[in-house]
């Protein structure tokens, strides 16, 4: 009778999971444009007796015994989306479910973690004696690293001492995240006729300091990120063909990995350049948690692996140790025709609560 039950309950998880996905690919939630995916969220809660707080487009609730003299484990993960790219030839805001997958915008990224970490905190929720409180943070603006998302609201959320980030891992554990940082650059040079020699000339000396960084090593290597890697993402001078430009501007995609903070991987970018750079910012930074921290050993526990992201999230912007776990594939994210796998949902409610039940 016991596994019947059981059984009956992860049935019940895995719809009401497919249920609210099917309802959140319907809505555009495009970033800064999330409120009526955030009001479907707080809908969802409220069907289940459980009371949200909001922030902006950021829906965060806690469980029902909540303690404050607890420390927090926070489930967290995002409800905007890119915008369709043009090679899709399905409606990305239809939910089109065929032969075990469901298909739609934010079906993998990162839908699936959302409404399997929903369903893990439903289960969670009532229990008594946990050594840690349990808060779900369901946040916006993920897609364009905004400021009015997690890095907002963090500050508003009660003792959080471990995070668990939910984004398409295959459920397997990243305990290192890379940073990110863009670089803007500018090298100088003498304008003038192209009829007429310039040994000064800007787009030339741009290409040969180009060449150089993007021929350096950096010293350190990450045992689980590798190394940093730097590429070139845009270039642009001149407008005439007969004229040689006063400057040549260029745009560094930086992956900075656990070694380095941001601010000593533009520095030592700089130290190697002779152009004039300029960070965007230096506030994405990469992210580690070490092999032995009690949620990793859980993960391990029940035959997850380890690896280290080279995509970036909102773990980037959480200041607190995290780990990023989720259902779905990374490489399906932002591709034509996203879908998630149901059996992927299943399974990722399943883990999320077989990790948390040796934690909390």
Not at 253 to 274: G, L
Request: glycine share 4%; aromatic share 8%.
């Amino acid at each position: 009778m016991q596994e019947l039950k059981s059984v009956y309950r992860k049935n019940e998880l895995l719809n009401n999971a497919v249920e609210l996905l099917k309802k959140l690919i319907e809505i555009p939630s495009f970033s800064k444009d999330e409120y009526n995916t955030s009001v479907e969220i707080e809908s969802f809660f409220k069907r289940h007796q459980i009371p949200t707080n909001r922030f902006k487009n950021n829906i965060w609730a806690v469980n029902k015994h909540f303690d404050e003299t607890k420390p927090s484990v926070l489930l967290n993960t995002h409800h905007d989306t890119v915008k369709p790219n043009k090679a899709y030839t399905l409606d990305p805001f239809l939910a089109i479910e065929q032969e075990d997958k469901l298909y739609g915008l934010g079906s993998n990224d990162a839908g699936a973690s959302l409404v399997s970490m929903a369903q893990a905190f439903l289960h969670f929720y009532e229990k008594e004696s946990l050594k840690f409180n349990l808060i779900i943070a369901l946040t916006a603006e993920e897609e364009i690293s905004g400021v009015d998302g997690i890095e907002a609201l963090f500050p508003q959320l009660p003792n959080v001492e471990f995070a668990v980030v939910g984004e398409p891992t295959q459920m397997n554990l990243a305990i290192a995240e890379k940073g990110l940082l863009v670089i803007d650059g500018e090298m100088k040079g003498t304008p003038s006729h192209a009829a007429h020699p310039n040994t000064d000339n800007s787009i030339v000396k741009c290409l040969e300091d180009l060449q150089t960084i993007l021929n350096f090593k950096f010293p350190k290597v990450s045992d689980y990120l590798g190394e940093v890697k730097i590429t070139l993402s845009g270039i642009h001078a001149g407008i005439q063909h007969n004229v040689v430009p006063e400057a040549c501007h260029f745009t560094l995609d930086v992956r900075v990995t656990d070694e380095y903070t941001n601010k000593e991987a533009f520095e030592i970018i700089q130290s190697q350049m002779k152009s004039t750079l300029t960070a965007r910012s230096l506030r994405l930074n990469s992210s580690k948690i070490r092999l032995d921290h009690p949620f990793v050993q859980a993960g391990l526990s029940i035959g997850r692996t380890t690896y280290g992201s080279p995509t970036s999230s909102d773990q980037a912007i959480i200041p607190c140790t995290s780990v990023k776990l989720g259902p779905g594939d990374s490489r399906r994210s932002h591709t034509a025709d996203e879908f998630i796998e149901i059996h992927e949902i299943e399974e990722g409610i399943d883990i999320y609560i077989r990790i948390l039940e040796k934690v909390l």
